[in-house]
């Protein structure tokens, strides 16, 4: 069992930056695929980008490609989101999820645990 903690959200202009971190209890987060997920009011929860268990290996949605950057800290067992160039469009709940799978999963079912969220919102 492990137990994700998400952090980091908040208000920010358009063109702005945020990093929003997952900290994880319970279990070391290496032996996990990890990603971040998204679910904005009325949408379904949507892919946000997804990293390997040694870090080597990223995947991003194609709205966030060169925007976002997904990153993982073994020592502190935490996993990061930096995200840049921030559109209205971004704004939404986020959600760190941990897969015993490969990175390359993007459907929420094939993640194994999840966070509780951190909010984004993105004004214009």
């Known amino acids: 069992q492990v137990q994700l903690i998400e952090s980091g959200g908040g208000l920010v202009q358009a063109g702005g930056s945020l990093r929003l971190s997952c900290a994880a209890s319970g279990r070391t987060l290496s032996d996990y695929a990890m990603a971040w997920f998204r679910q904005a009011p009325g949408q379904e929860r949507e892919f946000v980008a997804s990293i390997s268990r040694d870090g080597a290996g990223t995947n991003y949605a194609d709205t966030v490609k060169g925007r976002f950057t997904i990153s993982r800290d073994k020592p502190k067992n935490t996993v990061y989101l930096q995200m840049n160039s921030l559109k209205p469009m971004d704004s939404a709940l986020f959600y760190c999820?941990?897969?015993?799978?490969?990175?390359?999963?993007?459907?929420?079912?094939?993640?194994?645990?999840w966070g509780h969220g951190t909010q984004v919102t993105v004004s214009s």
């Open positions: 999820a941990a897969s015993r799978w490969d990175y390359t999963r993007v459907y929420q079912q094939q993640y194994d645990y």
